[in-house]
């Protein structure tokens, strides 16, 4: 499944961490057997499979890489920055992402209104990169792949000409953006932007 | 805010750990100065405080103070059971409690299709405590703070007559509810009986 930015996360935190691996792309409307012996409680993508035994949900599956093989670590190590990258994480997953997934449902007044909503998450986001390369600070790392999510929103703005990210009102993720994408393992874990079209 | 479940686990977290608190009570229609100061994006309970630094989010929180005071573990060691602890307690915050919170509004056969959801999920996660005596395995951890909502949820049974959880249905998890609720330490981090009639 192609178009799922969750198993993108997984993919690039695999290529981050240079962990060798299988990548079997799911059909969803037509999941195999193997998809839902795996993850039989949520039959979705991603699940990575090491061992034989199956881990579903892309953030659980990032840590449990980030426990299991040491080298090119992705989480930070001081607990303080651990908890600030896992906080915001999950307020890229339970507050913008609902946010943005109601854009194409609104129109008139209420998109405008949507807009206005993402442009304050966007803000929170856009402080928390102040003084940074990177969400992670000076490398790349667990808030970045999931902060990837950026480089879509931006990618379709080039492409439909609504863009709700400027470099204007967002000045240091635009330049994360710049920054992330000129990486190759980033790139190859983006939509293609010919996909997209 | 003594009714939310969330504040109950970090306490019933700290409790476990054995880590010295001080508990401040949030009047969340009269939120104070330092509520908005230490959690200014979500502005809500609970927040940890330590060494003048604001954790927000209860299992951010939980993860954190794991990672900070080594004693008395509450996640597994194992990177495996570690993932499978935070699959189910997302299983638990992402799925169970939206549907639990429905029950409320909803009413006739829509209430009957939400209790049928219900007991579908309680389902996989009386599966989950075969052959243990906790979530957690042979002692209390993560996910048993996570699942404190089943007790709550025996409790709230009790006393409206509405016993979703049945003994004959889940008795794993209600041999589960009873060994956690005699520990002094659970107890001590449930909502008061009288405050819930």
Not at 114 to 130: G, R, Y
Request: aromatic share 10%; glycine share 4%; charged share 30%.
């Amino acid at each position: 499944m192609w178009a799922s930015p969750f198993s993108r996360r997984v993919e690039l935190a695999l290529k981050l961490k240079a962990i060798p691996y299988q990548y079997i792309e799911e059909d969803l409307p037509n999941k195999t057997p193997s998809l839902l012996r795996y993850n039989p409680i949520h039959k979705k993508v991603p699940v990575l499979v090491h061992n034989d035994k199956p881990v579903a949900e892309s953030m659980v599956i990032i840590e449990y890489m980030d426990e299991t093989w040491e080298n090119n670590p992705i989480l930070p190590r001081d607990p303080y920055e651990r908890a600030m990258a896992r906080f915001y994480a999950k307020f890229i997953d339970d507050k913008l992402l609902p946010t943005l997934a109601k854009l194409g449902q609104t129109a008139g007044k209420e998109k405008e209104e949507t807009i206005e909503e993402i442009h304050e998450q966007l803000k929170i986001l856009e402080d928390e990169l102040k003084g940074k390369q990177f969400f992670g600070g000076q490398r790349i790392g667990y808030l970045d792949i999931v902060a990837m999510i950026l480089a879509w929103l931006h990618l379709a703005g080039e492409i439909t000409g609504q863009k709700i990210l400027s470099a204007e009102k967002f000045p240091l993720i635009y330049e994360w953006i710049e920054r992330v994408m000129k990486m190759e393992v980033v790139n190859e874990c983006l939509i293609p932007e010919e996909k997209l079209r």
